[in-house]
């Protein structure tokens, strides 16, 4: 008749590799199901306060989609510390220098922001091209 609430250890995760292809998906929807996989959402036994999620690797992330003026209006913002070390860059000319911190940026803002969040990220490898390092994982592919 009592209900238990089960709580996982961290002996009993399993964590699995995937590899999700960036090409002709759209950023922020692709980015949501990334981040959700990472999270560990899509366990059956998700525990929101440990870091169980899976490893996912993103390959082709400078052929990523964005929808309306974004490629032009779109500004990655960030600051040097010093007065007037202000730096906006548009997501074209971040396309163009290091397209991997598009998706590392979008899925880092849907992830939590605190001890946990940054060390899920740490799960996440974006490639540019078709391959990545990872073969000996043995990834399965992801269908976002």
Same mark, same amino acid.
């Given at each position: 008749m009592y209900m238990k609430t089960i709580s996982i250890k961290n002996s009993e995760i399993i964590k699995s590799w995937w590899v999700a292809d960036a090409q002709g998906k759209v950023l922020g929807r692709f980015a949501s199901q990334i981040s959700q996989i990472l999270r560990g959402k899509h366990k059956p036994n998700f525990t929101p306060h440990m870091d169980m999620g899976d490893f996912v690797i993103i390959i082709n992330a400078e052929k990523i989609n964005v929808s309306g003026n974004k490629e032009t209006e779109k500004t990655y913002f960030s600051h040097t510390g010093y007065p007037g070390g202000v730096k906006e860059k548009s997501l074209? =000319?971040?396309?163009? =220098? *290091?397209?991997?911190?598009? !998706? +590392? *940026?979008?899925?880092?803002? +849907? !992830?939590?922001? *605190?001890k946990l969040g940054r060390s899920i990220l740490r799960h996440l490898k974006v490639y540019n091209g078709p391959t990545h390092p990872h073969v000996s994982q043995n990834p399965k592919n992801l269908e976002v």
């Open positions: 074209a =000319s971040v396309r163009k =220098s *290091n397209p991997e911190r598009i !998706l +590392m *940026n979008a899925v880092k803002g +849907m !992830l939590p922001h *605190n």
